[in-house]
């Protein structure tokens, strides 16, 4: 399927199928990282598609607050859901690879 960077319902498209995705997971398995990620990437697909639709030019990030406060600007109602966005990027980063609880120079 081919989509246009610069057509705001493609990204919707795609935005909509990873919310399905993410729902479906959490319906059989509850909360859990790939459905957190697929939330993410959901989120960024939504507010891409927002913006361009209000003439914005694409531009390569996957930075959700900077997305958001891009959104603001266009609409101001959108303000709330930075804790969200916020929230969606600290979980992803979290689990984005596995961590070890004691960094290596700290080991005798």
């Known amino acids: 399927m081919n989509t246009d960077p ?3 319902a493609d990204w919707l498209l795609l935005a909509r199928d990873r919310l399905e995705k993410a729902d479906a997971l959490f319906e059989r398995f509850e909360a859990s990282w790939t459905g957190i990620e697929l939330l993410r990437e959901a989120a ?20 959700l607050g ?5 959104a603001c600007l266009f609409n101001s ?5 930075a804790e969200t ?4 990027t600290e979980q992803f ?3 984005r690879s596995p961590v070890s ?8």
Do not use: C
């Open 6 to 8: 610069n057509n705001p």
């Open 44 to 63: 960024e697909r939504y507010l891409k598609g927002y913006l361009i639709h209000h003439g914005w030019q694409l531009i390569k990030t996957h930075d």
């Open 66 to 70: 900077r997305l958001l406060v891009e």
């Open 77 to 81: 109602d959108m303000e709330p859901f």
């Open 85 to 88: 966005t916020q929230s969606l």
């Open 93 to 95: 980063w979290d689990r």
């Open 101 to 108: 609880e004691t960094p290596a120079s700290a080991s005798p």
